[in-house]
C-alpha cells in the first residue's frame, strides 16, 4: 500500500537529552494509527517533526512523498495538546478567519462539525471551558480536506460527555479510506475500537508497531498490550 508517512532512523535531541533515537515506521494510507506512550516518551515531538513544526537532528521523513516543511502544510492538519486560538475573537469569528486561512477548508464539513460538538458562535474564545476549547481546535482541523490528520491528547482535560463528543466527531469526519489519523493519547481505551494499527513510543523509541487485528489474534486488548509494553 502507498505510504502517507515514513520515518527512517528518526532522531532528535534538546538541550542535550535525547528525546527521539532511530524512529523507523511506515504508515500506510487511510490507517488510523494510535501513538501511545507516557509522559515523555516522545509522541508529542513526533508529531511536531511530522507536521513540520520541529526538524529531526538525524533520519528521514517523508509526508505523501515529500519532507515535512511549508509543502506539507496543504496536506496536515495538526491539533496540539495546548493550542492557542486568538481570545480577541468569538467562535463564529475565528472560523470566518479560518475559511480564509486555510485552502483546503470545506464549508459543508464546518456546518456539520459546529452542530455535532455544539459550538456556540457567539461565544468569545477567550472564556472557552478547556473542553470548548479542544472543540473548536478539533473543528480548526476536521473542516480542512487535509489527507493526514494528527491529534495530540486529544481528551487532556475533559469531561466524559465531552469525549464522547469528541470521539464521535473525530470518526465521522476521518472515517474515509484516504484519510490517514495519528491519534497521540492515553486514553486507550476510548479509542481502542477504532485503531488500525498501534505504535508504543519508551523513552523516544519504538518499542513495538503492531496492527490492532494481530493484537486481537493473540486474545489482548490494546490496553493490556499496553501493559505489558511499559510494565516494569
Wanted: with cysteine; proline share 6%.
Amino acid at each position: 500500500m502507498q505510504a502517507a508517512i515514513e520515518c527512517d532512523g528518526v532522531g532528535f535531541t534538546f538541550a542535550g537529552r535525547p528525546i527521539l533515537r532511530d524512529v523507523t515506521v511506515r504508515i500506510p494510507v487511510g490507517e488510523m494509527v494510535g501513538l501511545l506512550g507516557p509522559n515523555g516518551a516522545g509522541k508529542t515531538t513526533l508529531l511536531r517533526i511530522l507536521a513540520g513544526v520541529l526538524a529531526p537532528d538525524t533520519g528521514r521523513i517523508r509526508v505523501l512523498g515529500e519532507p515535512p516543511g511549508w509543502r506539507t502544510l496543504r496536506h496536515t492538519a495538526l491539533l496540539p495538546e495546548r493550542g492557542h486560538l486568538p481570545g480577541w475573537l468569538t467562535i463564529g469569528e475565528w472560523i470566518t478567519y479560518a475559511r480564509r486561512l486555510y485552502p483546503d477548508w470545506s464549508e459543508e464539513r464546518e456546518r456539520r462539525l459546529v452542530d455535532d460538538l455544539a459550538l456556540r458562535l457567539d461565544r468569545p474564545i477567550a472564556r472557552l471551558s478547556r473542553g470548548e476549547g479542544v472543540r473548536v481546535g478539533l473543528l480548526t482541523c476536521l473542516a480542512r480536506e487535509a489527507p493526514v490528520v494528527l491529534l495530540d491528547e486529544p481528551f487532556t482535560g475533559i469531561d466524559l460527555l465531552s469525549r464522547e463528543t469528541i470521539a464521535s466527531a473525530i470518526v465521522r469526519e476521518c472515517g474515509e479510506a484516504s484519510r490517514t489519523v495519528i491519534v497521540a493519547t492515553h486514553d486507550v481505551r476510548e479509542f481502542e475500537p477504532l485503531f488500525d494499527r498501534v505504535l508504543f513510543l519508551k523513552d523516544g523509541s519504538v518499542a513495538a508497531d503492531e496492527t490492532a487485528e494481530a493484537i486481537r489474534a493473540r486474545g489482548l486488548s490494546v490496553a493490556s498490550r499496553y501493559r505489558e509494553v511499559f510494565s516494569p
